[in-house]
């Protein structure tokens, strides 16, 4: 069974930092780029950073470039989003995605996890 489970989210203040986790199961990691997008309330979509298991290649939206950091660790199927210097309109749910092909940015996935709410306080 696949699954991808979120986790690190939180409420923190502006200026403060958050880590995320995804966790994944049930298909081979390596061969499977991983994305973190977002949805706020009465916002598009929009994706975040992206990480190639196979080269570690990366992505970033220009929202989140110079704050955020997506990092992998292979040997336990994880991906991490460090994100610094968060700000109010950071506040959504994160979800992590797997997509098997193709080169990040992604606009579908193969699979996704539940979500981890993160909300940031002016």
């Known amino acids: 069974e696949v699954q991808l489970v979120e986790s690190g989210g939180g409420l923190v203040q502006a200026g403060g930092s958050l880590r995320l986790s995804c966790a994944a199961s049930g298909f081979t990691f390596d061969d499977y780029a991983i994305d973190w997008f977002r949805q706020a309330p009465g916002k598009e979509r929009e994706g975040v950073s992206c990480?190639?298991?196979?080269?570690?290649?990366?992505y970033y939206a220009d929202s989140v470039k110079g704050r955020f950091t997506i990092s992998s660790d292979n040997a336990k199927n994880t991906v991490y989003l460090q994100m610094n210097s968060l700000k109010p309109e950071d506040t959504a749910v994160y979800y992590c995605a797997a997509v098997g092909a193709g080169t990040c940015p992604f606009t579908e996935y193969d699979y996704w996890g539940q979500g981890t709410q993160v909300t940031v306080s002016s």
């Open positions: 990480i190639s298991s196979s080269d570690g290649s990366t």
